[in-house]
């Protein structure tokens, strides 16, 4: 089955606790991107990613790293989280920029 | 700098009625709108438009885009309780190739 798969799907950790959140794509899409969406203010682009090696930094890239190293895996990561990271996070793909998006099922992250 | 606007925010109907949610943009080498639907969890497709004046249409639902006057409008006949959700438009284009702009949703609510 064609899918974007993102882990965890919950996580609760604590200010300055690095951590990742994994994606992965199955459909040889070459576009991957990130998101966070709160409340009243849609979905806000993090990075992005045209093909492997090549990543971009999207609205909202202060405090995010990510990596493409391989075409199908595009991790997020926080090395030093704050609670104002605390959103809901969407990882999608596309066969390329300005086309449809197959997202992922979103990870709820709880900065304390 | 890239902006995506919709309106109204939020929008409550009973079942039956006919909604229209819009969608202006502020884009750069525009490439292509999009519009998702989010129900619980992540955002799914409903039309892609790139050239102005052409209706999508699936359904009950039909989207029309004026690239001249820089909008896209959502229509929805006959809406059911079903069609509750959140609507996104999203715009491809901006200096960099990659980026995409979400607007910041509308949410629907359609009671029986």
């Known amino acids: 089955e064609a899918q974007v798969t993102q882990n965890p799907r919950y996580l609760i950790t604590v200010t300055g606790k690095k951590l990742t959140v994994t994606c992965s794509q199955n459909m040889n899409h070459e576009y991957m991107s990130w998101y966070r969406q709160d409340p009243g203010l849609g979905l806000r682009q993090i990075y992005y990613?045209?093909?492997?090696?090549?990543?971009d930094k999207g609205d909202v890239p202060e405090g995010y790293k990510v990596s493409r190293k391989e075409k199908r895996n595009f991790p997020l990561i926080l090395e030093s989280p704050s609670p104002n990271q605390t959103s809901l996070y969407f990882c999608?793909?596309?066969?390329?920029?300005?086309?449809?998006?197959?997202f992922g099922s979103g990870t709820q992250l709880s900065v304390l | 700098e890239d902006k995506v606007v919709q309106s109204p925010l939020s929008l409550v109907v009973h079942e039956g009625d006919t909604v229209t949610l819009n969608c202006s943009y502020e884009v750069t080498n525009f490439r292509s709108l999009l519009w998702y639907k989010q129900e619980k969890k992540a955002p799914t497709f409903l039309f892609m438009l790139?050239?102005?004046?052409i209706e999508k249409k699936s359904g009950r639902l039909s989207s029309i885009l004026d690239k001249k006057e820089l909008f896209s409008i959502l229509n929805i006949t006959a809406t059911q309780t079903g069609d509750s959700a959140v609507y996104l438009c999203?715009?491809?284009?901006?200096?960099?190739?990659?980026?995409?702009?979400f607007g910041q949703g509308t949410i629907l609510t359609v009671h029986p």
């Open positions: 999608a793909s596309s066969p390329g920029q300005g086309v449809k998006l197959f």
């Open positions: 990613s045209m093909n492997v090696e090549v990543t």
């Open positions: 999203s715009n491809a284009g901006g200096t960099s190739y990659g980026k995409l702009t």
């Open positions: 790139t050239s102005s004046g």
